[in-house]
């Protein structure tokens, strides 16, 4: 049986595409150009985590669809959305 952790909390953070660079494989957004859910300007993103969920136009995304670090969230492709479209990243800390 898997050890369960007995406190797990979620943080999130909100952006926008227009917010990214890049092209192609390597469009990304910093983790700097997010507001976090207390709505303070994020420094970065958690370090540590269980899983996190991307969401693009409010609609959850498949894990393949992006990588995250401390620093950047990857979406190949991302630069081909609408720079108005709405980006959220929930992460879930443990």
């Known amino acids: 049986m898997p050890i369960v ?4 909390a ?3 953070f909100s952006a926008t595409i227009g917010d990214g660079t890049g092209t192609g494989a390597t469009f990304a957004i910093a983790a700097t150009a997010f507001i976090d859910d207390t709505g303070a300007a994020a ?6 985590f269980a899983y996190y969920v ?6 959850p995304q498949t894990a393949d ?3 995250l670090t401390t620093t950047t969230i990857t979406i190949p492709g991302g630069d081909v959305l ?3 479209t709405p980006i959220l990243v929930e992460v879930v800390v443990n």
Do not use: C, E, H, V
Not at 5 to 8: H, Y
């Open 10 to 12: 979620s943080r999130k």
């Open 43 to 48: 420094t970065a993103f958690p370090g540590s």
């Open 54 to 59: 991307l969401y693009i136009n409010a609609q």
């Open 5 to 8: 952790k007995p406190f797990m």
């Open 82 to 84: 609408d720079g108005g």
């Open 65 to 67: 669809t992006s990588t």
